[in-house]
């Protein structure tokens, strides 16, 4: 069934089955919508919200657990994201009970990252928890 579309000057008009009239609707809808003013926002910032929420007192700050390969079979553990109000020198000795050395190194984007010697992964966030660092929600674990 083949419909007719008739347009004239006031609004076009349809021939045919019920989906004409369906059709109708839409070409009304369409007259209506090109008679308004729409104002398009010139600076429109689709993350707000989500920034908004992230700079409030229950922000998720991360604690990023690394390893990073050195040669043969050595690798490193780095920890970086704890608040700067830890001690982390004091957070060092205590890790370095996990048989293993490691310093406290500055980064000029990072701030303040702990290395330790060999893959400390598991223990680390283990640690951070149990002394109540650091909730296990907020510990992100990177590596093979």
Excluded at 31 to 59: K, R
Excluded at 78 to 106: A, H, P
């Amino acid at each position: 069934m083949a419909e007719i579309i008739v347009l004239s000057k006031g609004s076009p008009k349809i021939l045919g089955s019920g989906l004409s009239l369906w059709l109708l609707g839409l070409f009304d809808q369409l007259s209506f919508m090109s008679d308004l003013d729409v104002q398009i926002p010139t600076a429109f910032d689709p993350f707000a919200d989500a920034n908004a929420e992230d700079s409030g007192a229950g922000a998720k700050e991360y604690v990023h657990i690394r390893i990073q390969q050195r040669n043969g079979r050595k690798s490193l553990t780095t920890v970086q994201g704890l608040k700067k109000e830890f001690s982390y020198n004091k957070i060092l000795k205590d890790l370095k009970e996990f048989c293993c050395n490691g310093t406290v190194v500055e980064d000029p984007e990072l701030g303040q990252v702990i290395q330790l010697q060999g893959d400390q992964r598991k223990n680390v966030s283990t640690f951070l928890v149990q002394a109540g660092i650091v909730k296990k929600d907020n510990i992100k674990i990177h590596g093979f």
